[in-house]
């Protein structure tokens, strides 16, 4: 059974720093490309970042480029979301996905496993 289980949402102020952990099982993670989501109240799931399996090459939002990074520790069976200079418009739940294939991918459609989201809120 695939899981993916995120961590590390809080309340924060603007300008500081997070670091979402999304804990996967060790066949999910051996074999995706993972990335990161959001979603705002009343708005769209959005892409945010992601990261392939096996070069760790990333592709970023230009509304988080320079600001977030993202990587992976296969032998912990975990992605990261390091999040910096964070600002209120950041605020959202964020969503660690699994893509059953090694590059990564901006679109939502192409992930085949979610976790539940952690809450992360921005305060001015």
């Known amino acids: 059974q695939v899981q993916l289980v995120e961590s590390g949402g809080r309340l924060v102020q603007a300008g500081g720093s997070l670091r979402l952990s999304c804990a996967a099982s060790?066949?999910?993670?051996?074999?995706?490309?993972m990335g990161w989501f959001r979603q705002a109240p009343g708005k769209e799931r959005e892409f945010v970042a992601a990261?392939?399996?096996?070069?760790?090459?990333?592709l970023y939002a230009d509304s988080v480029k320079g600001r977030f990074t993202i990587s992976r520790d296969n032998a912990k069976n975990t992605v990261y979301l390091q999040m910096n200079s964070l600002k209120p418009e950041d605020t959202a739940v964020y969503y660690c996905a699994a893509r059953g294939r090694s590059s990564p991918s901006r679109i939502l459609d192409e992930y085949d496993y979610w976790g539940q989201g952690t809450q992360v809120t921005v305060s001015s």
């Open positions: 990261i392939s399996l096996r070069v760790f090459s990333a």
């Open positions: 060790r066949r999910t993670l051996r074999a995706s490309a």
